[in-house]
């Protein structure tokens, strides 16, 4: 598997880094679940989470993976731009160079934020959330729950529904599961569809009843109810009629297939309550697969400081 | 002896532009010749010219043009100076072979009152380095609701004939209604930033599947073409001058193809940016290709210069737009709007069209000099190369390859797209009223 | 490269390892092998058969990866990682620790730290198919297949079946 340098994108990716990951994540698996104890491997790395945008969920899940990997964590937070707090954007970037941190972990609200950082920094840059952009440790943990269920992902197809075009979740999440070799289908009101979907690879619907018996995973995106106001859709009500999956649509899935969401739901917009606590959904899972896949980021990031370093067992 | 001339007091040795190959595209002379210059004014164009006492200058091998015209430049002051000045800007207009800027109307305060434009052109007068004929804006605070004092302002100092609320429309289509009318009082032009707003609320670069991918917010092209088709349609029927700046796209050309041959007053300007990049070099989100309108698509790009060399487009103008590196350097969607334009746009003309085989030497000329100079007066700049005429003159070196620097452009900022570029072709020498401001490529401050 | 051990050689080795280990631990009683990947583990569910061959007893055996607890990961740059799984509780019980060369003693230190995060054996004790000397720390085996006096710039290699397709000894 090349190194990685960054984690920036999904499309920096190949398919066996994205294996690889998948597969480090697996071994980390009991350690972040704690049905094993933290390792000692990071010890003396220090990460930051830079939150450049609120995420407390996210933000969590970095700092619990870093920690069991017994790396320092220390946490840069701000909301909106860094210039509004009266220093630029590239001082930010520089100040944590100067205090010798070994990783950065961005989230912000701004496309490229993450990759502009990268371009300050010589130490290795998560992405955890830029703008609309990628989203990329999210769709790994995605790609990492499917695959725990269904088994090797090439072939299967994948309904991902609601708010595409706001959401950086569905742009990573296409292209992981197309280094797979999976289908995948968005479906969504044509307002939230991104400009020339088709570029992404994937299928489109508008029609969320015809897909899902042909569907081994229905990944729901989260509605922002204030959608409603800039005329993307008339209501919540509408909304939940049309491409919120019921338990009346749960039915019309095939036996094996699972329900997954990014989190936080709006129980009863994209999803009604009855099918995000069924036995379908695999929400909860995501989240501790979300500790193993930052885990294993984490690991491949930050073990081995020297750039393109043969892997010898 | 011009009232300009005399104003200046020039009394400098006499000045031969040996053997260069003078473009003029108002007479459409293409061959090469000598220039006589004394006393600020061109004394004679033919071959084989002697004087006794003239300095001779040996343009073999280079370009010999009348003084370029940029309608379209953001010199920041009053209110900006960290990004730029009329000093800085005089000297970057200088170096690129401009003897004539138009500096818009958005500084701070904004230019919609006479004491403004002639505290503007005044500057521009005492530094001397470029001629400025300052834009008006249409709307007192450029706010979109009432006019500013187009009369004022026509009869000021500045003589102000041309207004703009450049980088903001004017939306309210009553407004612009009555800008055109109004204008027509004072002979003078209107020239509307074409953007719908509502369309580019949260707009950060064109919509299409470079955005779709880069999770920018998307700016459709039709924000700008329906505010073009609104605007069209108002000057159609009242018969009014529209100047269309910084048209992008393809659907716009189609527009204003179809208005000229309706018989619509209208001109239109593109810029070098436009029609040289494209959205996909967004993909590293630096924020020195954020400009508004934004980098469009090949399609976009190919149409622009097919209009260019066609006419429908009737001149190069640069929306030169320095920013100072701090407001640059931020996270592309807090980043200002804007490129440098003024030192690169012969390079980039001459590199992407005449050297491509798409614009012939003369009328890339007729496209930076006589073309702006027919949108508005600008005193006789890019006109003729003939005796009696002042001698605003550009010499260009077409054939020599440069690497564009931001940091050694005479901007205050380096804020320019083409940093790192190979460009061929560029300015020399730089003669306002016979005096240079450029020579051999040094400005003469 | 030269061969040091052949098939034979080497199940011999391994035959005489087992009855050494009943031997220590007086029967196979509260004996839990665990193989360090990658091909510590083979050789761990190798010994457990013998034992079981001739005490007739089924002696636990299960796997583990020190990868997350070397001291050179810095250097050496990620590694792939191997599975951990050992199948019963190691509390209270012997741990038999397996791996197939024994050298610098760092690999050992880590399984160590490693196998002591999965409880509390009553003792550790370290087989070694081969030792090759040249201990960075203060660790030793308390059986070994075989001693092979080597120079720190060999590289030994152990080839097994279930790896590697044969089963030998080379110096590289």
């Not at chain 2, 993909?283 to 790009?301: A, S």
């Not at chain 2, 380096?414 to 005096?435: I, K, Q, S, W, Y």
Request: hydrophobic content about 40%.
């Amino acid at each position: 598997m090349k190194p990685l340098s960054n984690l920036i994108s999904i499309e920096d990716l190949d398919a066996e880094q994205v294996v690889g990951i998948l597969d480090t994540a697996e071994q980390l698996l009991p350690i972040a679940d704690r049905r094993r104890n933290s390792v000692p491997t990071l010890r003396g790395k220090v990460v930051c989470n830079l939150f450049l945008e609120d995420s407390t969920r996210t933000r969590i899940s970095f700092d619990l993976a870093a920690k069991r990997m017994s790396a320092e964590v220390i946490n840069f937070s701000g909301k909106g731009s860094s210039v509004s707090k009266g220093e630029s954007f590239k001082d930010t970037a520089l100040t944590l160079d100067a205090m010798g941190v070994d990783c950065v972990v961005v989230r912000s609200g701004s496309s490229g934020a993450p990759l502009q950082v990268s371009r300050y920094l010589e130490v290795p840059i998560l992405n955890a959330g830029d703008g609309w952009h990628q989203h990329p440790t999210q769709a790994l943990l995605d790609v990492f729950t499917m695959r725990r269920h269904l088994g090797d992902l090439a072939g299967r197809h994948v309904v991902v529904c609601g708010d595409v075009l706001h959401s950086r979740v569905a742009r990573s999440e296409v292209q992981a599961l197309r280094l797979l070799g999976a289908r995948v289908t968005l479906v969504a009101p044509p307002t939230l569809l991104p400009p020339a979907p088709e570029s992404w690879g994937a299928e489109v619907s508008g029609d969320l009843d015809a897909v899902l018996p042909d569907a081994d995973v229905v990944y729901l995106l989260r509605v922002q109810r204030e959608r409603m106001h800039r005329a993307f859709f008339p209501s919540s009500r509408e909304y939940a009629r049309f491409w919120g999956l019921d338990v009346d649509r749960l039915a019309r899935l095939p036996d094996h297939a699972i329900v997954m969401h990014p989190g936080p739901m709006n129980r009863g917009v994209e999803i009604t309550a009855d099918v995000a606590d069924s036995d379908r959904s695999v929400i909860i899972e995501q989240v501790t697969n979300g500790i193993a896949i930052r885990m294993a980021c984490l690991y491949l990031l930050l073990s081995g400081d020297t750039e393109g370093a043969e892997v010898t067992p | 002896m011009t009232d300009a001339a005399f104003r200046s007091g020039d009394h400098r040795p006499a000045l031969l532009l040996r053997g260069g190959r003078v473009l003029d595209p108002a007479s459409g002379t293409d061959e090469v010749l000598d220039v006589l210059v004394a006393d600020g004014i061109v004394v004679e164009v033919g071959a084989g010219l002697t004087s006794n006492d003239a300095e001779i200058l040996d343009c073999d091998g280079l370009w010999v043009t009348p003084g370029f015209v940029d309608l379209h430049t953001h010199l920041r002051e009053p209110g900006f100076e960290d990004a730029e000045d009329i000093a800085s800007g005089s000297a970057a207009g200088a170096a690129g072979g401009y003897t004539a800027l138009c500096p818009m109307a958005n500084t701070d305060p904004v230019c919609d009152a006479a004491a403004v434009a002639e505290s503007v052109w005044r500057r521009g007068t005492e530094i001397g380095l470029v001629d400025l004929f300052p834009v008006g804006a249409i709307t007192k605070g450029l706010r979109g609701e009432e006019l500013a004092e187009f009369g004022e302002l026509r009869h000021s100092a500045a003589k102000v004939d041309f207004f703009s609320d450049d980088g903001k429309p004017v939306a309210d289509s009553l407004v612009m209604r009555r800008a055109l009318q109004y204008a027509g009082a004072f002979d003078a032009v209107i020239c509307n930033h074409s953007e719908d707003p509502d369309l580019t609320a949260e707009a950060q670069m064109n919509e299409g599947q470079v955005s779709s991918v880069l999770g920018l917010p998307g700016w459709p092209h039709e924000a700008e073409e329906i505010m073009i088709a609104r605007d069209l349609i108002l000057a159609e029927g009242l018969g009014a001058r529209l100047h269309v700046p910084h048209v992008t796209t393809a659907g716009a050309v189609e527009l204003i193809r179809a208005a000229k041959a309706r018989g619509v007053h209208v001109t239109a300007e593109v810029t070098p940016h436009h029609l040289s990049l494209r959205d996909h070099l967004i993909d590293g989100y630096d924020p020195v290709l954020k400009v508004n309108p934004p980098l469009r698509t090949d399609t976009d790009v190919q149409a622009l210069r097919t209009a260019l060399a066609d006419g429908t487009i009737d001149c190069v103008a640069t929306d030169h737009a320095p920013h100072a590196p701090e407001h640059k350097d931020q996270e592309w969607e807090h980043a200002p709007c804007g490129m440098l334009g003024l030192e690169t746009a012969f390079a980039v003309v001459n590199t992407d069209l005449v050297l491509a085989g798409l614009l012939d030497p003369l009328t890339a000329i007729a496209r930076l000099t006589s073309g702006p100079a027919g949108v508005r007066d600008v005193a006789g700049h890019g006109g003729a190369i003939a005796a009696g005429r002042e001698a605003h003159l550009t010499v260009l070196d077409p054939e020599v390859r440069w690497t564009v620097d931001g940091r050694g452009l005479h901007s205050k900022a380096r804020n320019t797209p083409f940093h790192g570029a190979d460009l061929v072709g560029r300015p020399v020498h730089t003669l306002l009223r016979g005096r240079f401001t450029l020579r051999d490529g040094k400005v003469q401050a | 490269m030269t061969q040091l051990l052949n098939a034979d050689e080497v199940s011999r080795a391994l035959k005489r390892l087992a009855h050494e280990l009943l031997e220590a631990n007086h029967g196979a009683d509260d004996l839990v092998l665990v193989g360090i990947q990658t091909r510590g583990v083979p050789l761990a569910r190798r010994l457990a058969a013998l034992i079981e061959e001739i005490e007739g007893t089924e002696v636990p055996a299960g796997a583990i990866d020190v990868t997350l607890y070397r001291d050179d990961l810095t250097r050496r740059g990620p590694l792939p990682l191997g599975e951990t799984r050992v199948p019963v509780s190691v509390d209270g019980r012997t741990v038999v620790l397996v791996d197939d060369v024994l050298y610098t003693g760092r690999t050992i230190r880590a399984a160590m730290e490693a196998v002591l995060e999965l409880g509390r054996p009553a003792r550790i004790r370290l087989v070694a198919l081969v030792d090759r000397g040249h201990r960075e720390l203060p660790i030793r085996a308390d059986h070994v297949g075989k001693n092979l006096p080597t120079s720190v710039d060999d590289r030994i290699r152990v080839h097994l079946e279930e790896v590697d397709g044969r089963d030998e000894v080379v110096a590289e």
